[in-house]
C-alpha cells in the first residue's frame, strides 16, 4: 500500500502541475471542469485545496502550498458575502483556511477560519437541536446527515479559542443525528425536518433513492462524521452508532466492494455505484480502526480500497483520479451520473493518509 499511496501522490501532482489554481470539481472525461468563474459558493470548491494540502505535505513543492492559498482568497467573496455560506463551511474552510494555519501558521487563514466557525455556530437551532441545511425558506427546519462531517470545524474552533461552545454544540448536533438520522438497523436518513417549536415533522430522500433507502454517500458521512465526533468526545454513543452504521455498509456492501449510490434502492436499479462514497467510507472505517484497535474496520477499509482500485481508477492521463461517483440517485443532468468527484479523489487520498497513519485534516 506504501507504493501505491506514493503511485496515488505522483498522480495527484501530476494532475495539480496542469489544473494549478482552478477549482476543480466534476469530470465527465479527463478534464477537470473550473468552478471560479461560474459557482465560487459551491460546497465542494476546497477539496481541491485539500488535495494540494496533502501534495505539499508529502512532496515538500512550494506550489502547491500557493496555489491552495490562492484558492482560500479567491473563497473570500463568499465568506465576505456571508449569506452564501450555509452547513457546508466546515468542508470550505477545513480544507482552505484551516490547513493554511496549521501548515504555515498564516493568522489571516486563523482568522478566516474562526469567521467561518462563527458563522456554522450561528446556524444552530437551539429548539431542535440541529445546524440548519442551506439558505432559503424552502429549507427552513432541515437538517441533513452532511452536517456531521462540517463539524470537525467546531472542534477545531474549540480547540483553538479554548472556549467550549463550537464543541458542545457539535455534540447537540450529533446527538439529534442519533436520535433522528439513523435506524436500528444502521440505515440512514439524508434530510430530516423539523417545525417551528423543534419537533421533527418528517424525512426527505434527498440525495438518496428515496425516504427509507439509505443513499450510499449520506451513509458515509455518517460512518465518517460519528467517528470524528467520538475521537473528539470518547462519549461511548457516538463509536456505538459508528458501529452501527458500519455493520449496515458491511452487510450491503457489494462484493466488488465500491458502494451502492443507495444501498436500499430497489435490486433491479441497484448497479448505480458511487467512488465517492467509498472513498469516504474507507476514512470511516480507517479511523475507526485508529481508535479501537478492531481489525474487523481494517479489513472493511481495504476491501473497499481494493474495490476502488479494481473497478474504479482512472486511466494515469486523466486528471481525476477515480471514475463511477455519482452526485445523487435520481438527476437530470447527464453530466453528474457515472463521473468523476473532486471529493471523491480528496478522500480516496485522506483514506491512503489514515491508512499509512499519516495526520489527516477532518
Ligand atoms: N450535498 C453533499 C453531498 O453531495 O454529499
Redesign the pocket.
Known amino acids: 500500500m506504501v507504493n501505491f499511496t506514493s503511485s496515488i501522490i505522483e498522480k495527484a501532482s501530476k494532475s495539480a502541475l496542469l489544473i494549478k489554481d482552478n477549482i476543480p470539481y466534476i469530470a465527465f472525461d479527463a478534464y477537470y471542469e473550473d468552478m471560479t468563474n461560474s459557482n465560487i459558493g459551491w460546497?465542494?470548491n476546497s477539496f481541491y485545496s485539500g488535495i494540494l494540502w496533502y501534495l505539499y505535505k508529502e512532496t515538500n513543492n512550494e506550489e502547491f502550498a500557493s496555489w491552495a492559498k490562492n484558492i482560500e482568497r479567491k473563497l473570500d467573496v463568499v465568506l465576505d458575502g456571508v449569506k452564501d455560506v450555509d452547513h457546508?463551511a466546515g468542508?470550505m474552510w477545513i480544507l482552505t483556511s484551516v490547513c493554511s494555519y496549521k501548515l504555515t501558521n498564516d493568522l489571516k487563514s486563523k482568522k478566516r477560519a474562526l469567521r467561518a466557525a462563527d458563522l456554522l455556530f450561528g446556524r444552530f437551532n437551539k429548539k431542535g437541536q440541529y445546524i440548519q441545511a442551506w439558505n432559503g425558506d424552502w429549507a427552513k427546519g432541515w437538517a441533513?446527515i452532511?452536517t456531521m462531517m462540517n463539524l470537525s470545524l467546531l472542534y477545531w474552533a474549540s480547540k483553538e479559542t479554548i472556549d467550549n461552545k463550537y464543541k458542545e454544540v457539535a455534540i447537540k448536533c450529533a446527538d439529534t443525528v442519533l436520535k433522528h438520522f439513523i435506524d436500528e438497523n444502521g440505515s440512514v436518513r439524508h434530510i430530516v425536518m423539523f417545525d417551528e417549536k423543534g419537533n421533527k415533522k418528517g424525512v426527505k430522500g434527498?440525495?438518496g433513492y428515496n425516504e427509507t433507502s439509505s443513499?450510499g454517500?449520506?451513509t458515509a458521512?455518517a460512518l465518517y462524521g460519528l467517528t470524528i465526533t467520538y475521537r473528539e468526545t470518547k462519549e461511548e454513543r457516538f463509536l456505538n452508532a459508528a458501529n452501527k452504521v458500519a455493520s449496515f455498509i458491511k452487510k450491503h456492501l457489494p462484493s466488488e466492494g465500491v458502494p451502492y449510490a443507495d444501498y436500499l434502492a430497489p435490486k433491479e436499479e441497484k448497479r448505480k455505484l458511487d467512488s465517492?462514497a467509498g472513498a469516504i467510507s474507507a476514512c470511516g472505517f480507517y479511523l475507526l480502526y485508529q481508535l479501537t484497535n478492531d481489525n474487523e474496520y481494517l479489513n472493511m477499509g481495504n476491501k473497499i480500497i481494493e474495490g476502488l482500485k479494481k473497478t474504479c481508477l482512472a486511466p494515469s492521463d486523466y486528471q481525476p483520479l477515480l471514475l463511477h461517483g455519482n452526485?445523487?440517485y435520481h438527476t437530470d443532468k447527464i453530466e453528474e451520473r457515472d463521473c468523476s468527484l473532486i471529493?471523491g479523489d480528496f478522500f480516496f487520498i485522506e483514506a491512503l493518509m489514515l491508512l499509512n497513519k499519516k495526520d489527516t485534516f477532518f
Open positions: 460546497w465542494t457546508d468542508f441533513i452532511d434527498g440525495q443513499w454517500r449520506g458521512w465517492s452526485v445523487a471529493y
